[in-house]
C-alpha cells in the first residue's frame, strides 16, 4: 500500500488509511451510532421477547444494562484488529479464510449493510412524517438517503462533524426524553415474569454486535487500538442503554395498554410527551448518520471482491438501493431477517477474536490480509457449531426458519433452558471450538498467518 496524506478515507482499498481518530472522534461516533429510533422501536422484543410473557420493568431494564455491556464489548474487540493493521472488517476475514473463502461473510455483510440502511432510511421518513404530514414519507425517504450517501462520500469528515455539532444537541434530547417519560409514572418493576430474560438480552445484545462486521471499517482510521476499543465500548454501551431504556420506559407508561401491536408505537409515544416533536426532530436529523454508516461499510465491504473501485461510486450506488428497497418493500418486516443474519456475525467474531488475539497474540504481522492470504479451512467449523447453538436456543422471528430449528431440537429431545443465552452460548461455543481445532499448532509452535 502507498502512503497518503489525504484528510479523509482513501478512495480505493490499495491506499493506505489516515490515523485521524482518536478517543474522543470514536466515542462520540459511536455514541451517534447508538443514539438510534431503532433502539426505541425495537424495545418491545426486549419488553415482549418472542414467545414468552411480558417481562418485568427490572427485568426488561436489566436485560438492557448487560445486553449492551456484552454487546458492546464484543464490539470493542472487533474494533482492534483494524486498528493494529488497517484494513476493513471483511478485508480482516482473509486472515481466517483467505480472499475467496472471505466472499461468503461479506456477501452476507453487503445483504444485512443494505438492510439495516433502507431500516434507518425508513425509521427517518417515519419520525419525519409523524411530525408533519404522512403523504410525505416517501419524499423523506429519498432525502435522508440522499444525505446519508452525501456523508458516506466524506467519512471521517462526517465524524469530526458529529464529534462537534451533533452529540451535544442529542445528549439534551435524550436526557430530555427519558425525564419525561419517568415522570409518567413507573409501574411496580416486580410486576411481570422474567422466564423471557435471555431472549430479551440476545435482542439488546443483537444491536451493537450487528455493527461488528463494520468496526474496522472506523477503526482502521484510529490513532491507536485502545481508543478504538474504548471509543466503540464506552459509546455504544452508553447509547445502547439510555435508548433501549428509553423504549421500554416509553411503552410501560406512555404507551402502556393502549398499544397497537407496532412498532412505531413507541415513536407515537414520544410524540405525545411535552415538546416530544422538537427532541424527535433532532433525533431523526441524527438518525441519518446510522444509515450513513451502513451505506459506508457496504462500500468497504464491497472493496474485499473490487479494490480498486473508488468507493464514492460504491456508495452513491448503494444508497440509490438503499432508498428503492425503502420504497418498495415491509423493511420493518425484514428486521426479522436482519437479525437472524446478525446471528451468522456472533459466532464469527467469536473466531476472530480467538484467532487473532490468543492463537496470534494480537500481532498484526502475522494477520494476512493480503489477496494471497492462505484460508485455515477448519476454522469453519467452530462458526458453524457457533451458528448452529445459536439457532438450537434462540432461532428468531422468521417463521418458516424458526419452525425448521424448533422441529430439529425436539427430534432429538432438546429444550434450551429460559437461563441460557443464545449469543453468550453461540460466541462461547465458536471461541472454544477455535481453541480446539488451533490446539495442535499452538502446542507445536506452528502458527502461521
Do not use: C
Given at each position: 500500500?502507498?502512503?497518503?496524506?489525504?484528510?479523509?478515507?482513501?478512495?480505493?482499498?490499495?491506499?493506505?488509511?489516515?490515523?485521524?481518530?482518536?478517543?474522543?472522534?470514536?466515542?462520540?461516533?459511536?455514541?451517534?451510532?447508538?443514539?438510534?429510533?431503532?433502539?426505541?422501536?425495537?424495545?418491545?422484543?426486549?419488553?415482549?421477547?418472542?414467545?414468552?410473557?411480558?417481562?418485568?420493568?427490572?427485568?426488561?431494564?436489566?436485560?438492557?444494562?448487560?445486553?449492551?455491556?456484552?454487546?458492546?464489548?464484543?464490539l470493542g474487540l472487533a474494533a482492534v484488529p483494524g486498528a493494529r493493521t488497517g484494513a476493513p472488517a471483511m478485508v480482516l476475514l482473509r486472515g481466517l479464510f483467505g480472499r475467496t473463502g472471505s466472499y461468503l461473510p461479506t456477501a452476507l455483510n453487503l445483504l444485512q449493510c443494505i438492510g439495516w440502511a433502507?431500516?434507518?432510511?425508513?425509521?427517518?421518513?417515519?419520525?419525519?412524517?409523524?411530525?408533519?404530514?404522512?403523504?410525505?414519507?416517501?419524499?423523506?425517504i429519498v432525502a435522508a438517503g440522499a444525505l446519508a450517501t452525501f456523508m458516506a462520500v466524506r467519512p471521517l469528515r462526517a465524524v469530526r462533524a458529529i464529534r462537534r455539532y451533533a452529540v451535544w444537541l442529542v445528549l439534551l434530547a435524550t436526557a430530555y426524553l427519558l425525564v419525561r417519560v419517568v415522570q409518567?409514572?413507573?409501574?411496580?418493576?416486580?410486576?411481570?415474569?422474567?422466564?423471557?430474560?435471555?431472549?430479551?438480552?440476545?435482542?439488546?445484545?443483537?444491536?451493537?454486535?450487528?455493527?461488528?462486521?463494520?468496526?474496522?471499517?472506523?477503526?482502521?482510521?484510529?490513532?491507536?487500538?485502545?481508543?478504538?476499543?474504548?471509543?466503540?465500548?464506552?459509546?455504544?454501551?452508553?447509547?445502547?442503554?439510555?435508548?433501549?431504556?428509553?423504549?421500554?420506559?416509553?411503552?410501560?407508561?406512555?404507551?402502556?395498554?393502549?398499544?397497537?401491536?407496532?412498532?412505531?408505537?413507541?415513536?407515537?409515544?414520544?410524540?405525545?410527551?411535552?415538546?416530544?416533536?422538537?427532541?424527535?426532530?433532532?433525533?431523526?436529523?441524527?438518525?441519518?448518520?446510522?444509515?450513513?454508516?451502513?451505506?459506508?461499510?457496504?462500500?468497504?465491504?464491497?472493496?474485499?471482491?473490487?479494490?480498486?473501485?473508488?468507493?464514492?461510486?460504491?456508495?452513491?450506488?448503494?444508497?440509490?438501493?438503499?432508498?428503492?428497497?425503502?420504497?418498495?418493500?415491509?423493511?420493518?418486516?425484514?428486521?426479522?431477517?436482519?437479525?437472524?443474519?446478525?446471528?451468522?456475525?456472533?459466532?464469527?467474531?467469536?473466531?476472530?477474536?480467538?484467532?487473532?488475539?490468543?492463537?496470534?497474540?494480537?500481532?498484526?504481522?502475522?494477520?494476512?490480509?493480503?489477496?494471497?492470504?492462505?484460508?485455515?479451512?477448519?476454522?469453519?467449523?467452530?462458526?458453524?457449531?457457533?451458528?448452529?447453538?445459536?439457532?438450537?436456543?434462540?432461532?428468531?422471528?422468521?417463521?418458516?426458519?424458526?419452525?425448521?430449528?424448533?422441529?430439529?431440537?425436539?427430534?432429538?429431545?432438546?429444550?434450551?433452558?429460559?437461563?441460557?443465552?443464545?449469543?453468550?452460548?453461540?460466541?462461547?461455543?465458536?471461541?472454544?471450538?477455535?481453541?480446539?481445532?488451533?490446539?495442535?499448532?499452538?502446542?507445536?509452535?506452528?502458527?502461521?498467518?
Open positions: 500500500m502507498t502512503a497518503t496524506t489525504e484528510i479523509d478515507a482513501p478512495l480505493t482499498l490499495t491506499t493506505e488509511p489516515p490515523r485521524t481518530l482518536g478517543l474522543a472522534d470514536q466515542i462520540a461516533l459511536w455514541s451517534s451510532l447508538g443514539v438510534s429510533l431503532l433502539l426505541p422501536v425495537a424495545a418491545v422484543f426486549v419488553l415482549r421477547p418472542f414467545g414468552f410473557p411480558e417481562l418485568s420493568l427490572a427485568a426488561a431494564l436489566t436485560a438492557v444494562v448487560v445486553g449492551s455491556l456484552v454487546g458492546s464489548a464484543l433502507s431500516l434507518e432510511v425508513l425509521i427517518i421518513a417515519e419520525a419525519a412524517a409523524r411530525l408533519t404530514d404522512e403523504r410525505l414519507r416517501p419524499l423523506y409518567e409514572g413507573l409501574p411496580d418493576l416486580g410486576a411481570g415474569s422474567w422466564s423471557g430474560f435471555w431472549p430479551a438480552m440476545d435482542v439488546v445484545i443483537a444491536l451493537p454486535v450487528s455493527w461488528a462486521p463494520l468496526a474496522a471499517d472506523y477503526a482502521r482510521h484510529s490513532r491507536s487500538d485502545r481508543a478504538a476499543f474504548g471509543g466503540a465500548f464506552v459509546g455504544y454501551g452508553l447509547a445502547s442503554i439510555a435508548y433501549f431504556s428509553l423504549g421500554v420506559l416509553a411503552l410501560v407508561t406512555v404507551v402502556g395498554a393502549d398499544a397497537t401491536g407496532s412498532p412505531y408505537d413507541v415513536i407515537a409515544a414520544l410524540l405525545a410527551v411535552p415538546a416530544g416533536a422538537l427532541a424527535l426532530a433532532i433525533l431523526a436529523v441524527d438518525e441519518v448518520d446510522e444509515a450513513f454508516a451502513n451505506v459506508y461499510s457496504t462500500a468497504m465491504s464491497a472493496h474485499n471482491v473490487a479494490p480498486r473501485l473508488d468507493r464514492r461510486w460504491l456508495a452513491v450506488g448503494v444508497g440509490g438501493a438503499a432508498v428503492i428497497v425503502a420504497l418498495a418493500i415491509d423493511v420493518v418486516a425484514y428486521e426479522s431477517f436482519l437479525l437472524l443474519i446478525g446471528s451468522v456475525f456472533v459466532p464469527l467474531f467469536a473466531v476472530v477474536v480467538v484467532e487473532f488475539f490468543v492463537v496470534r497474540g494480537g500481532r498484526a504481522a502475522d494477520w494476512d490480509v493480503s489477496r494471497a492470504a492462505r484460508g485455515h479451512w477448519l476454522l469453519l467449523l467452530p462458526w458453524l457449531l457457533g451458528f448452529v447453538a445459536y439457532q438450537f436456543v434462540n432461532p428468531g422471528a422468521v417463521e418458516s426458519w424458526a419452525a425448521w430449528w424448533i422441529d430439529i431440537r425436539e427430534s432429538i429431545g432438546f429444550t434450551p433452558a429460559s437461563w441460557l443465552s443464545a449469543s453468550l452460548l453461540s460466541f462461547a461455543v465458536a471461541a472454544l471450538g477455535t481453541l480446539v481445532v488451533r490446539l495442535p499448532a499452538l502446542l507445536h509452535g506452528k502458527v502461521a498467518a
